[in-house]
């Protein structure tokens, strides 16, 4: 018996490295060890997990007699962990002795599962939402005033294509309090009356009150905005998402607007999708929002080979062409709430078993 002494922590990928350490000749046997299952695969997790190794068919004797079979009904009964969607995984065996190849076949089966498991973790989020009759997402989370304001889209639309409109370069939340203070100042949110204030206006307004790191572009792309709106959507914004049921189309409009971009275009239209459940459909023209934190969180899983903006949309789209944007939230908040630039908080991120930088690959 040889007994598993590591203090890691007890992570499947931890336990497959001491296993892989292990698997080298230090007593004149060579041990062979499967190394082309994917640790994925719940029977094996466990089986490691309870510090047993693993031959090509059978697990190495341990002093509770327990059977690579005992071990996989533990798995089925609960008592062990599962696959995230609750089913149990078929242990293909090889014949006790027989040399383990590991093929390309096994390797890109066991990438395929990978890759599966992290685009079940990552959508989770947004399907999350999508169950909601309310949106849980909070925008501003130190102003429930201005924050309610984002979620009345029924009343006043204006506040959030405004956020929307502001939401790049600087944080999030302070991107979407900005509607309420304009309210706060002007006492209105109608494009309609807003028209009439100049372009110089803005700009003062903006760096009076040190709303955004580009003070005077964004005062222009408010500006243009505003008069966009009033001369095609007849001064009300939410025209714009009413009258298009078509994801791919309305992508399209909101990238019309000065300074709208791949990110914001994306990223509006799959707010309107999931919090307030606009019922759009050809889902595939909503890519994922190319956002600093999720390109961050795409490259360190290894889903692309370095931070780009145009491999991050790319790989999206072929995890889930049907609607590549089902990524969106769950990448982003990950990025927000765990993976920091130079700290990330990799033992209580969701992701960390199936992470290139937090297994050591970077
Ligand atoms: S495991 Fe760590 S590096 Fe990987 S996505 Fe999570 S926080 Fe980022």
New binding site residues.
């Given amino acids: 018996m040889r007994e598993d002494r590591t203090n890691k922590p007890n992570t499947v990928r931890n336990r497959q490295r001491v296993v892989t350490l292990k698997s080298k000749p230090h007593d004149g046997k060579t041990r062979v060890l499967i190394e082309d299952v994917s640790f994925t695969s719940p029977a094996l997790a466990a089986a490691v997990m309870l510090g047993k190794e693993m031959t090509g068919g059978h697990v190495w004797k341990t002093g509770q007699g327990q059977s690579f079979n005992e071990i996989k009904q533990q798995v089925e009964r609960g008592e062990l962990p599962q696959r995230n969607d609750g089913s149990s995984e078929k242990i293909k065996h090889k014949k006790q002795n027989e040399p383990v190849k590991n093929t390309t076949e096994t390797l890109e089966a066991s990438e395929h599962e990978h890759e599966q498991q992290i685009k079940q973790l990552l959508s989770r989020r947004h399907l999350e939402e999508m169950d909601r009759d309310v949106t849980s997402i909070v925008y501003v989370d130190d102003n429930p005033t201005a924050d309610a304001l984002i979620k009345d889209i029924e009343h006043q639309p204006e506040a959030l294509f405004i956020g929307m409109l502001m939401d790049r370069r600087i944080k999030a939340e302070r991107a979407w309090s900005i509607p309420y203070i304009i309210l706060s100042h002007y006492g209105t949110l109608s494009f309609e009356k807003l028209k009439d204030v100049p372009l110089d206006e803005w700009i003062a307004f903006f760096n009076r009150n040190h709303l955004h790191i580009d003070n005077k572009g964004m005062a222009k792309v408010l500006y243009l905005a505003i008069k966009k709106v009033n001369s095609e959507y007849a001064g009300d914004p939410s025209n714009l998402w009413k009258s298009e049921t078509d994801a791919s189309r309305l992508v399209q409009r909101f990238q019309e607007f000065h300074g709208v971009g791949d990110k914001l275009g994306t990223m509006i239209v799959n707010i309107l999708l999931r919090d307030f459940k606009f019922p759009f459909n050809n889902l595939l023209g909503i890519d994922i929002s190319p956002d600093i934190q999720v390109v961050k969180?795409f490259h360190?899983?290894g889903l692309i080979p370095k931070e780009s903006k145009t491999d991050t949309i790319r790989k999206a789209r072929t995890m889930n062409p049907d609607f590549p944007g089902i990524f969106d939230l769950g990448a982003w908040e990950?990025g927000r709430d765990?993976?920091?630039p130079s700290s990330?908080?990799?033992t209580q991120?969701p992701?960390?078993n199936y992470?290139d930088?937090?297994s050591g690959k970077h």
């Fill in positions: 969180v360190r899983l990950i765990y993976c920091k990330p908080l990799c991120c992701l960390s992470c930088y937090a």
